[in-house]
């Protein structure tokens, strides 16, 4: 089963609109961490925003802001203002177990996000 | 600010040849990964590694690769016998004992291309 879900293989929204990015997980270990990772065309992995299992607020980084709904497993990422810039492929990620330990990432499909002008 | 580096940023090389990627992770990180992503695919984990030895694999990680930590600040995967499959792009990752969220960092990836 898919631990980490996008349904979204790519997205078009105009410069300056917000936008969601939707991720949905599965686990049953009540400690996790989801991230959200921004790769642009050069291929590199940057981290945006980290929400744990159990934080009592949203997240958020500047622009970024991660729409935690815990009951429905979802961790949608908004960037608020978009810039042609944030043109790139969005990755949702899930590490398992807040223990400390080398636990390992499990990323979405990702979503192909295009601003236009 | 500190960062993940790896080298070469892009290697080609011959079916069933060895190939050594490495990487420098941060220098106060204890934990380190490596990652891959077939072009258009999500990325994968492929091993972890503390304290000198494997943590976890996938079952990608088979017995043609190998992880090595052979000084103080090298972290290196090697393909004994490269197939086509084993084209992807690369990523080494850090990451620090107890922080909040254990952010894992990235290297800007190695592009291994098997031909």
């Known amino acids: 089963a898919q631990k980490i879900t996008q349904t979204q293989p790519g997205m078009f929204v105009q410069e300056k609109e917000a936008v969601t990015l939707d991720c949905t997980y599965d686990t049953s270990d009540p400690s996790y961490g989801l991230f959200w990772y921004k790769q642009p065309s050069s291929g590199e992995m940057i981290f945006l925003i980290y929400q744990g299992s159990y934080d009592q607020q949203n997240a958020t980084e500047g622009r970024y802001s991660l729409n935690f709904q815990k009951a429905r497993k979802s961790a949608n990422l908004v960037i608020s203002a978009s810039q042609l810039g944030d043109s790139a492929m969005y990755f949702c990620?899930?590490?398992?177990?807040?223990?400390?330990?080398?636990?390992?990432?499990?990323f979405g499909q990702g979503t192909r996000l295009t601003i236009n002008p | 600010e500190p960062e993940v580096t790896q080298t070469p940023s892009h290697q080609v090389t011959q079916m069933g040849q060895e190939v050594i990627l490495r990487c420098v992770p941060i220098s106060n990180h204890l934990y380190f990964y490596w990652y891959r992503q077939i072009l258009g695919q999500k990325v994968e984990f492929l091993v972890s590694f503390y304290n000198n030895e494997i943590s976890e694999k996938s079952e990608i990680f088979d017995d043609q690769f190998s992880v090595e930590r052979p000084d103080g600040s090298n972290f290196t995967l090697k393909i004994r016998s490269t197939k086509l499959e084993d084209s992807a792009m690369y990523f080494c990752a850090s990451s620090v004992v107890g922080a909040p969220r254990d952010e894992q960092f990235f290297g800007p990836g190695t592009r291994l291309t098997v031909l």
């Open positions: 990620a899930m590490r398992e177990g807040l223990i400390q330990g080398a636990q390992k990432l499990v």
